[in-house]
């Protein structure tokens, strides 16, 4: 499982700081929350911690198992599902699952018949993911994560677009499948995150004027 530092972090766009001396320790194996209103932060911190996006300033420090890992390695012991990391729609279901797991390796003892089940699409692994309905996409998003051997998940909005059956789906599916996963989930949920042991709530990082 794979623990994260943030040490003094903050970042700026052009002349507005989204969040600014930012230190926070995410052990390995927690299950952490980002909080904030719409606007405030929160999508932007999790590309820094995904390396996507470079820091303004201060660091981000990774470890799996003892040892540290570089941040242009992140990549590699992630999965990542947000609303803005668009499905590649001219592929079946059946065509995603082979190109997705050519690149990751699956968690042991699942093939790809499981997962379709799994994700309740059975019946669905010819059709192109253009047509699938916007909570197909997004059980689909979670299952490519969760079904992946990847000791460290971050999540955007998990339940965007899921109906109460999805929601539960997606609460049964953490239970099974991220409990020995280091988790950041960014949310205004509480149903999405009711199981997480940390809270990030982003708005108390703001550069606060003087007084
Ligand atoms: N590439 C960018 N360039 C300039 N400003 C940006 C960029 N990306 C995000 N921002 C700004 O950073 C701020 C935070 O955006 P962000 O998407 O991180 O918020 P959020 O908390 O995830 O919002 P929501 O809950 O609505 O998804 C916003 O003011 C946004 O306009």
Redesign the pocket.
């Known amino acids: 499982m794979v623990g994260l530092d943030l040490t003094e972090a903050g970042?700026r766009?052009?002349y507005?700081w989204?969040f600014k001396a930012l230190s926070f320790h995410i052990p390995a194996g927690s299950k952490c929350v980002?909080t904030?209103?719409?606007?405030?932060?929160?999508?932007?911190?999790?590309?820094c911690l995904s390396a996507v996006?470079p820091l303004t300033e201060g660091s981000i420090d990774y470890n799996f198992q003892e040892k540290k890992i570089k941040e242009t390695e992140i990549f590699e012991y992630l999965a990542i599902s947000a609303?803005y990391l668009e499905l590649p729609e001219e592929f079946t279901l059946s065509e995603l699952l082979s190109f997705h797991f050519k690149f990751k390796s699956p968690l042991e003892g699942l093939d790809h018949e499981e997962m379709v089940k799994l994700m309740y699409l059975d019946n669905q692994k010819d059709k192109y993911i253009s047509q699938f309905s916007s909570g197909m996409k997004q059980r689909l998003k979670l299952g490519l994560c969760l079904f992946s051997e990847a000791p460290l998940l971050f999540l955007?909005?998990p339940t965007s677009n899921l109906d109460s059956k999805g929601v539960d789906w997606y609460l049964k599916m953490m239970g099974l499948y991220a409990k020995e996963k280091t988790v950041v989930i960014?949310s205004?949920e509480p149903k999405e995150y009711g199981f997480c042991d940390i809270q990030i709530h982003?708005e108390d990082y703001k550069l606060r004027p003087k007084l």
């Open positions: 970042k766009f052009q507005e989204i980002v904030g209103s719409n606007g405030s932060g929160k999508s932007t911190l999790l590309k996006q609303p955007d909005e960014c205004n982003i």
